[in-house]
């Protein structure tokens, strides 16, 4: 089972980017997806959610209207786009399925700063 997070980086305030998340191991389009993320010094939170045939969504209040969370199960990835980026956006992001494995992917750094 494993999980791969990329696409991270620097991105500037009002910028975008887009994180992908490349898992196997698992039947993947058997279930939910989220993104995740874990600020310094902060506990890890749930950022968005997408079910696993993609018709439902759900978002953190943070991200919502910023965000969007879709997945391709041809290719069992899922993708986070990141639209409007704030400095408080500053996290490393996980993937995950809902239920969570227990081992979780490296993460990928996002940094968001002028």
């Known amino acids: 089972v494993r999980l791969v997070e990329s696409g991270g980086g620097l991105g500037q305030p009002g910028g975008s980017l887009r994180l992908s998340c490349a898992a196997s191991?698992?039947?993947?389009?058997?279930?939910?997806m989220s993104w995740y993320r874990q600020a310094p010094g902060k506990e890890r939170e749930l950022v968005a959610t997408?079910?696993?045939?993609?018709?439902?969504?759900i978002y953190a209040d943070s991200v919502k209207g910023r965000f969007t969370i879709s997945r391709d199960n041809a290719k069992n990835t899922v993708y986070l786009q990141m639209n409007s980026l704030k400095p408080e956006d500053t996290a490393v992001y996980y993937c995950?399925?809902?239920?969570?494995?227990?081992?979780w992917g490296q993460g990928t750094q996002v940094t968001v700063s002028s």
């Open positions: 995950n399925r809902r239920p969570p494995l227990t081992a």
């Open positions: 191991g698992f039947p993947f389009s058997s279930y939910f």
């Open positions: 997408i079910t696993n045939v993609g018709g439902g969504t």
